[in-house]
């Protein structure tokens, strides 16, 4: 019996242990995760630093400085580039190692690696999206460069050599959490970081729902609710600017699209463009006679951020700035010459093909009069506590066939705007190099080297906006845009018809820009480009004008402007989407039908400034009474067909404002599930019921409860979604219309105000704070500054020996 109890005692203890190492689930393993030595007690970090520290690596020329300023920003001096690069990649590693390793996993598709199945369908989309392809590709093109070659192998040398030289007890605590390793980084990996940029900023597509749309409605209906121009505007390029070339040829139209185009027989949509603003005034407007510029990109806002602050000093270069984590280079940022920032053109560069094959081995599919075979590329997927799957994508000469059948398609999720058997064209796919492009960008001196750069980038488009000391400013809506004929890619297009291929494409040359414009200033906020008068097709859909005309609005009216000015105007929560349409809606109330607490409601928003403020009430009003109002008008419409098995595009909230505030009578107004014959004023009273009855409900009556701040609720959460790793809610103003655009989980990234002058002086701030690391002190010591629209100085030294107030710890890098 005694040596059956130890047997039994010491089966149960090698049980136990065993279990206490091991990941069951979420769940990480626990005795590995709680052990004093090696567990998450070692991710805590004091925040006060070594104030000198020296670390010897294999692969350095010279010794490397790298100063931390009080907000531990490196500020990195060396010798060459090889070594900048080198000590970008490892500074970079050094905080962010989690972050760079967990956005390469989720764009190449290797996520399950690590999570397990419940990763698997997207980790599917990625690989038949061709993200990987697609950074092979480019990658290519960058080995053929020997300028980005070397940034991008020194770049990777340095991270590696920070994993090399980490032991595992320091590793990050989501490395501990998720129970894997770090693995050696590639300059594939810089690559796939750019694909997911093209993915965020140009990866959206609702010509599936479109087509839909127009087989349902048919053409004169769709070509009325979709148009090509909102009815107001305010282009990025000023209107009346002259193109100094002669235009290529247009393509003409195929035959399919002119057909669908005079057909009358009736037979998860895409957001809004991604939004970000930049502007910049002359010196003629400013106080000191210099250029001012302004950047601020929106994106999803995560811990840690999408940026990372560096300067970069080396013979040739000294430029300061935000950098994407996992890529070399700064990319949003300005030198002792020049500035530049970017916003998303929201080019139409991402079309569908109808494919059609010539039988079920789908091994040829027809083009140009005849029979093409297609290609395989096998993808295996490793997936953490099963086999590894092996999924087969066709591929054309169009692109991949992101879904041949209907059975290996998710029904949820980022896969539900994909149609079945079409082929993905997609700018992505192409060879690129948009690494020269900031690799030039950080050595610029002035206009010409500006231009220069932005021959080199391809995608996402984006709107560069310049400013440099000789006192020129500039804006170009910058990409590789493919030369197409008007509404081409609108709609789904015709896989076999070379009329409906992309051939040639928009000279770099020939993309619109302006250069010292007279009214001396220059903004973009992801509306339309340009006026008419631009020969060529870029996209049919542009966020609307509201961001873009309050911010000329401002910078029209703006004298002897300051840093503060800009600023401030980064900030700003005037809505002119409601200066548009509000007047309207409450004219058609009806207040003698009004209980009390309508009533109450109806003197706050009356009264209302338009200002999307955190403690606005009106604003939470308004914001809800549009969307309730919104659905009532197109909800019968458009709702998914169930009946037909269809998604239709919805009617974009300009169009709407269009109808409500022309047209007061429509057949739009009226609701075909009821008997009755709804008008317009009899939808907007229901909505403003609704929208009350809502609030009530859910904040109790009308008072501090309803405040925007309270209503919205910001959050900014881990990239991993980590409970008490984010910020919680919290009250802040600024909505998706306005030009402080922070919604719920996405607004401003960045915050940066550029004064130029005989030294250039930058001021910026990102949500979050330098360290990926929840236990640093540097984690979200930002946010506070970021979240009351204040902006900290960019510290930009000269020499390693500069502001040393400002320095709080050195670290030096020399070989072995």
């Known amino acids: 019996m005694k040596f059956f109890i130890a047997c039994l005692v010491s089966f149960c203890t090698l049980l136990l242990i065993w279990a206490l190492q091991t990941k069951f689930g979420d769940i990480p393993p626990i005795g590995k995760f709680l052990n004093p030595v090696s567990g998450f007690w070692q991710n805590a970090e004091s925040k006060n630093i070594d104030t000198k520290r020296n670390i010897k690596l294999d692969g350095l020329s010279g010794n490397i400085t790298i100063k931390y300023d009080e907000y531990m920003i490196p500020h990195i001096f060396a010798d060459n580039d090889h070594d900048l690069y080198f000590a970008q990649g490892y500074v970079t590693a050094q905080d962010r190692l989690w972050q760079m390793d967990i956005q390469t996993r989720s764009a190449s598709g290797r996520l399950s690696e690590v999570v397990g199945p419940k990763a698997l369908d997207l980790d599917r989309y990625h690989r038949r999206m061709g993200m990987v392809f697609g950074a092979e590709n480019t990658l290519k093109e960058c080995m053929k460069d020997p300028q980005v070659k070397a940034m991008l192998m020194a770049y990777c040398d340095g991270v590696n050599a920070y994993i090399h030289n980490l032991p595992s007890k320091y590793y990050p605590i989501e490395f501990k959490l998720l129970d894997y390793a770090p693995e050696d980084y590639t300059p594939l990996d810089c690559t796939l970081v750019l694909k997911l940029m093209s993915e965020t900023l140009a990866g959206g597509s609702d010509d599936f729902q479109l087509t839909n749309t127009l087989k349902y409605f048919g053409a004169k209906v769709t070509n009325d609710l979709f148009p090509d121009h909102y009815f107001k505007d305010d282009p990025i390029i000023p209107t009346g600017t002259k193109w100094d070339f002669k235009p290529l040829p247009i393509p003409k139209p195929s035959k399919g699209f002119i057909g669908e185009m005079t057909d009358t027989i009736k037979t998860k949509q ?8 930049n502007w910049v005034v002359a010196g003629s407007r400013s106080a000191n006679g210099y250029p001012i510029l302004a950047n601020d990109p929106h994106l ?10 560096v300067q970069l000093a080396a013979p040739g270069v000294n430029v300061n700035g935000v950098s994407l984590p996992g890529t070399p280079a700064v990319i949003i940022g300005f030198n002792q010459h020049i500035g530049w920032g970017v916003t998303n053109v929201d080019a139409d560069v991402l079309d569908w093909y109808q494919i059609r094959f010539k039988d079920l081995s789908k091994k040829e599919y027809w083009y140009n009069g005849k029979w093409i075979p297609d290609t395989r590329r096998v993808e295996e997927i490793k997936i953490r506590g099963q086999k590894t799957m092996f999924d087969t994508v066709i591929y054309t000469h169009i692109g991949p066939v992101v879904y041949a059948s209907g059975n290996s398609k998710p029904k949820m999720g980022r896969a539900a705007n994909v149609p079945v058997g079409h082929a993905l064209r997609w700018i992505a796919h192409d060879p690129s190099l948009e690494f020269k492009t900031f690799y030039l960008l950080n050595r610029g001196k002035n206009y010409t080297d500006y231009r220069e750069a932005l021959k080199y980038f391809s995608a996402p488009a984006q709107n560069f906006i310049f400013a440099s000391n000789d006192k020129d400013i500039a804006i170009t809506p910058n990409g590789k845009f493919p030369l197409k004929y008007k509404d081409q890619g609108k709609y789904i297009l ?55 005309k309050r911010i000329n609005d401002k910078l029209r009216a703006m004298h002897h402007a300051t840093v503060d000015s800009l600023r401030l105007l980064q ?26 607490e309508q009533k109450q409601a109806y003197k706050v928003i009356a009264t209302w400034d338009k200002q999307y403020s955190a403690g606005s009430i009106a604003a939470s009003i308004f914001d809800l009474w549009w969307t309730k109002l919104y659905l009532a008008i197109w909800s019968d419409d458009f709702t998914v067909k169930k009946d037909i098995n269809i998604q239709l595009k919805w009617p974009s909230n300009y169009r709407t404002i269009e109808l409500l505030t022309t047209q007061k009578t429509s057949k739009w107004y009226d609701d075909s599930r009821t008997q009755e014959v709804e008008t317009r004023a009899a939808l907007i009273n229901k909505s403003f019921d609704g929208t009350i009855d809502s609030l009530t409900r859910k904040y109790g009556k009308l008072g501090a409860t309803w405040q925007w701040g309270t209503v919205k609720g910001s959050d900014i959460a881990h990239l991993g979604n980590v409970p008490g790793f984010g910020t919680g809610p919290f009250s802040a103003g600024g909505a998706a219309g306005v030009i402080n655009a922070l919604s719920d989980t996405h607004g401003p990234s960045w915050r940066m105000v550029l004064q130029f002058g005989p030294k250039v002086q930058g001021y910026g701030v ?43 710890t050195t670290l030096t890098l020399s070989n072995k």
């Open 270 to 277: 895409k957001v809004d463009g991604i939004g970000s603003n």
């Open 300 to 309: 999803n806002l995560t811990f840690p951020s999408i940026w990372y602050q």
């Open 494 to 548: 015709d896989g076999g018809d070379t009329a409906d291929a992309w051939h040639v494409f928009i000279p770099m040359e020939q993309n619109p820009t302006v250069k010292n414009p007279e009214q001396g200033f220059l903004s973009s906020a992801n509306q339309e480009s340009t006026d008419s008068t631009y020969p060529y097709y870029i996209n049919w859909h542009f966020s609307s004008y509201t961001r873009g």
């Open 571 to 596: 900030t700003d929560n005037y809505s002119i989407f409601a200066e548009d349409v509000l007047g309207t809606m409450l004219a058609d109330l009806d207040q003698s039908k009004m209980s009390g």
């Open 766 to 808: 990102f949500p979050g704070g330098e360290s990926g690391n929840p236990g640093s002190y540097y984690y979200d010591n930002m946010f506070t500054t970021w979240k009351n629209g204040q902006l900290n100085p960019l510290l930009f030294l000269q020499t390693p020996t500069d502001a040393a107030a400002h320095i709080k």
